[in-house]
Structures are given as C-alpha cells and as structure tokens.
C-alpha cells in the first residue's frame, strides 16, 4: 500500500544506507502483521486484491510513531551531535540563516563600495578584507547553529526519552497522509547539480578575470605573494574547476548515481582539495610580504591561521560529502537475498 | 498464555509519578525481552506474546531494542521466509543465554529485597 511505502521511504531516507535496508524490510513485514491482525479483530473482511483499510493504517502508522521518531530510535542519541529527529529543522534553519547571511554581506559590500570608492589596487584588499570576515563569522555562525542544537538534543535527552521508555508514552498526533511521495535515494539533485555546474563556469571566469588584471589589482609589493598563491597553483585551479564543471554536467545529464559517478565525485574532490592545498602553501610561504602594505605581524599570523582554518573546513566539508559514496562504494546495504532461508529448507 | 491482570493506569504523562513509573518499567524490558527469546521469534510475534503476559511494548520500541543487543552479541538472528513474508527472526546465542541467567539471579536477589523493604513495616 502506497501509505505504508511512503511511511517507509521517509523512515529509511534518515537512515544510514547500511543498515537501512534491513530495518525497512523489519518495518513492513511488522506492519503488515500489524495491519492484519487489526483487520482480523476490527472484523473487516479484505479480499486478497485489496488493500488495507485506509483508517487501520493511518492508525497502525501513527501508532509505530512518527519517521523522525522511528529513525532516531534506532540511535543512541548519544553518539550524535544531532539526531535525526532534529536533522531536518538545523538543515532548514542553516540554510536560511547562511542566506540571509550571505545576502545582508552582499548588500553591505555593495554599499561600502558606493559610499567609499575604491583607490586602484584596492579592489582586492577590499574584498579579500570582506572574504575573511563573511568566512570568519559563518564560521561562528555555524558553529553556533551546531550548539544551539546539540544542546536542544541533549536538554531532550533526559532518562525518559530513551528508546525504551517509549513503550509506555503516548506518541505524538501526525497524519501519514502528508507524508512525502516515494523519492529515489540513487535521484540525482539536477537543479543542484546546474546550480554547481554554473557556479564552476563563474569560478573559472572570475579566475581568468583575475589572472588577467592581477598586475593592476596588485601593488608591485605583492607581486610574489601573489604569483605563488594564484599563478603557481593555477593549473590545479582550473583542472578542479574545469572537472568540476564536467562532473556536475553529466551529472546532471545523467540524472542517477552510480558507481562512476561516485567515484568521479571523489576524484574531483580530491584535485580540488590539492589545488587548495597549493593555494594555501604559496600564501603561507610568502605571506610576509603583507607586512609591506602596512599588516602588522599579528594581523599576518590571523592570515596565516584563516588560511590554515580555510583548509581544514574545506576538508572537512569533502569528508562529509564523500562520506555517504564511500559507504556506498565500500560498505554498501546489506544483501537481503543472501541472509534470507526458506522456512523447513 | 493467559494474560495476567492488566496493570493500574498511568497517571498524567507528564507527571512526577509517570515518570518514575516509566523508570521502573524501563528497567524490565531488556530481562523482559531476553525471556522470551530462548526460542526463536520475530518481531512482532514477539510483541504479541509480551503484550499476552501483560507487558505492552509499541513496535518502535522492541525493534530498535532487538538490533541492539543482537549487536551486543546476545541475539542471533536470522531472515526466515514463512507464510507471505520474510521475516527476522532472533534467537538467544550462548552469551545471550548466560547473560539471561545471570540477569535474572539479580533479579531475582532485587525482587526479594524490594519486598523485605516494602514489607518492613519499620519503613512506615
């Protein structure tokens, strides 16, 4: 019945995809039972050809508990900064606070470039001025984000909310029939995927731009920071561009993921993160020539360190985006078939 | 099985006294669990022969709890096609079976002192 596979489909999406499988397949055969047996002592007669009685599963269903609540059971809360009870409303609330965090940067950039026109060669201390700090505070921003939730998650998570207890509380009214329609896991993002493919395609004009007015963007001073933070990278630049622009293409065209896909997604990253890498030793390396255009010796160390702190947050970002291909590259949902004996066989 | 007498209502959920109730009970389902799994069960029969004794426990619950200490290494368990569907079935292993014995001494030895202390009419 199509209620129970969406109930189902929105309990496995919060899963992790190595045991999601299983618990699903538990899920319905559970549920199944469950409805039968409702039928059986409700008294109401179901030809084989049809379904079950569209109130008995709304109930069975709000009975098992809501998705969220189902897949944060099969967790221990403890081991999760955020469960998947809360996973939901910090990707909504993050989402829209880096919006309007990014627009209100954006608005102000614009103004202060209005009220304050720029001296030649001082468009990209200007903005290189305005980078650290949209970095700097999303940086606290998120990290705000996440306390503010873990502590939400662990304020909940007294003694009587765990797992075992909910044997004896009521659980919470919702209605099955506004659950999501059945997605597919392996679905591709398209309008994500454009979005990436686009955003390379700038990132690549915007770096040629770059390279091309670097002599009149940079004073004299700064020339050999620059050369080994831009010029010496710049063919892994592009190539991480230009394959990342690839990557999201056929991504895109392709429209499912699959075992190359994965793999390439990770390749991809990869050049990306060692182009990154190149970027940060030739800044680090040369990043005392700031002192020329007036930094103090402590403002370059907060560089040095922001450089450092860029590197390990793109890192970690890579890791969790890659997480998920790797399980399924690697660890994959268990196969059901070869743990499945026929009774008296 | 005969079921035995329903239990006393729960008061207010959100009460002081529901919440210690909840505790109690709380601390019974893995002993619970673990009696009744010296043959092989699956879920929801599981369920049903707990709720026949007169222990109700909500699916969402004994799911969660069973993949628990299967990955505990106390339960077994395995996929078993019977009737129209597949279903896992979990059995107690040897550990599970020595934990179970040694649960139930301690139960056993909580249960006689938690009558001597109700019973002592000095705690009046």
């Known amino acids: 019945m199509e209620l129970i596979e969406r109930y189902l489909y929105d309990v496995g999406r919060r899963l992790p995809a190595k045991q999601r499988q299983e618990v699903v397949d538990e899920l319905r055969t559970s549920i199944y039972d469950a409805l039968e047996d409702a039928h059986e002592s409700e008294g109401i007669s179901r030809p084989a050809a049809q379904g079950f009685n569209e109130e008995l599963v709304v109930g069975e269903l709000q009975g098992l508990g809501s998705p969220q609540e189902v897949a944060a059971s099969y967790f221990p809360q403890s081991r999760y900064l955020i469960g998947p009870q809360h996973y939901d409303q910090f990707r909504q609330t993050v989402t829209w606070v880096f919006s309007s965090l990014g627009a209100v940067f954006f608005v102000l950039f614009c103004i202060t470039l209005w009220a304050q026109p720029l001296e030649p060669g001082q468009f990209a201390g200007r903005l290189a001025g305005w980078g650290w700090e949209l970095l700097d505070t999303s940086i606290f921003v998120f990290a705000l984000l996440v306390l503010i939730f873990a502590a939400i998650q662990r304020l909940e998570w007294d003694e009587d909310s765990a797992p075992e207890s909910a044997a004896f509380e009521g659980k919470a009214l919702w209605d099955p029939r506004d659950l999501p329609a059945i997605g597919d896991l392996e679905e591709v993002n398209r309008f994500g995927a454009i979005t990436s493919a686009v955003a390379d395609l700038v990132l690549l004009g915007l770096l040629a731009r770059l390279v091309y007015q670097l002599p009149e963007l940079i004073p004299e001073s700064l020339s050999t920071l620059a050369s080994s933070t831009l010029l010496t990278p710049l063919p892994w630049l592009v190539a991480a561009l230009g394959l990342g622009f690839l990557f999201h293409l056929v991504l895109a065209l392709r429209g499912k993921w699959h075992r190359g896909l994965r793999l390439a997604h990770l390749a991809v990253d990869l050049v990306a993160l060692y182009a990154l890498w190149q970027v940060v030793q030739g800044f680090l390396a040369h990043s005392g020539d700031l002192a020329a255009v007036g930094f103090s010796e402590n403002a370059i160390r907060v560089a040095n360190g922001n450089a450092w702190m860029v590197l390990v947050i793109f890192s970690a970002i890579l890791v969790w985006e890659n997480v998920k291909h790797l399980r399924y590259l690697f660890g994959g949902a268990p196969a059901k078939g070869s743990s499945v004996q026929v009774a008296g066989s | ?124």
């Open chain 2, 1 to 124: 099985m005969p079921s035995s007498s329903p239990s006393p209502p729960l008061p207010d959920a959100n009460s002081p006294e529901a919440k210690l109730i909840l505790e109690l009970r709380r601390g019974c389902l893995v002993l619970a669990t673990l009696s009744q799994l010296k043959s092989p069960q699956y879920g929801y029969s599981l369920l049903q022969e707990l709720a026949q004794q007169g222990l109700e426990v909500e699916q969402g619950t004994l799911y969660p709890l069973l993949r628990r200490l299967a990955k505990q290494g106390l339960l077994s368990d395995e996929w078993l096609v019977e009737g129209p569907r597949p279903r896992k079935y979990y059995r107690l292993n040897d550990e599970g079976h020595r934990v179970l014995a040694s649960l139930t001494n301690h139960w056993q030895e909580i249960v006689q002192v938690m009558e001597g202390l109700l019973a002592d009419p000095a705690g009046d």
